[in-house]
């Protein structure tokens, strides 16, 4: 996300998070707490999880988990 989107980074994640839906894949969100916190987007990220959670055709893992998974289909 460039500088310039920054503060408007949920619209692309959700878009993202939606081609990953359609067409399959991984979607991996990752950030910084201090990163969040500098640029007040905490009501952003909540709003962004309940968006994504609770999708009966989406697996939730962990790093790790997703790692493993990974390794096992090679």
């Known amino acids: 996300v460039s500088p310039l989107n920054i503060l408007k980074w949920e619209k692309i994640v959700?878009?993202?998070f939606n081609k990953m839906l359609k067409h399959g894949g991984i979607f991996?969100?990752?950030g910084?707490?201090?990163s969040i916190e500098k640029h007040k987007q905490?009501?952003?990220i909540e709003?962004?999880?309940?968006?994504i959670s609770g999708r009966k055709n989406?697996?939730?893992l962990s790093n790790f988990?997703?790692?493993s998974k990974c390794?096992?289909?090679v």
């Open 14 to 16: 959700i878009s993202i």
């Open 32 to 34: 910084h707490a201090w």
């Open 71 to 73: 390794l096992n289909e």
């Open 65 to 67: 988990e997703a790692w």
């Open 47 to 51: 709003k962004f999880f309940a968006y």
């Open 42 to 44: 905490w009501k952003k």
């Open 58 to 60: 989406v697996e939730y």
């Open 28 to 30: 991996h969100f990752w």
